[in-house]
Nanobody, 115 residues
Framework: QVQLVESGGGLVQAGGSLRLSCVVS????????MYWYRQAPGKQREWVAL???????DYAEFVKGRFTISSDNAKNTVYLQMNSLKPEDTAVYYC?????????WGQGTQVTVSS
């Protein structure tokens, strides 16, 4: 069984920074990719960033240059460093992983950016 637990969300002023963490637990699988998504009120969930085996990363255009995804394989943790935050970044942020046994999601962590 795979479990993902996000943390690090909160309230921050525009221009500020937050770092989200997602700890993966469980056994019997290999992780192929780790992802961050977000969902703002009244909107569909959207992809934010990814990191795949080998360390390749990619970002949605609206966060390029501001957000950085990274992982610590020894800690089974994926991070999302968010800088220069904007009010439009306000959303629930979800961690997701693709493994040899399927796709799993965390419960989400709220990020609120005030203007």
């Amino acid at each position: 069984q795979v479990q993902l637990v996000e943390s690090g969300g909160g309230l921050v002023q525009a221009g500020g920074s937050l770092r989200l963490s997602c700890v993966v637990s469980g056994s019997g699988f290999t992780i192929h990719g780790m992802y961050w998504y977000r969902q703002a009120p009244g909107k569909q969930r959207e992809w934010v960033a990814l990191i795949i085996s080998g360390g390749t990363t990619d970002y949605a255009e609206f966060v390029k240059g501001r957000f950085t995804i990274s992982s610590d394989n020894a800690k089974n943790t994926v991070y999302l460093q968010m800088n220069s935050l904007k009010p439009e970044d306000t959303a629930v942020y979800y961690c997701s992983i693709r493994t040899t046994i399927g796709v799993s999601w965390g419960q989400g962590t709220q990020v609120t950016v005030s203007s």
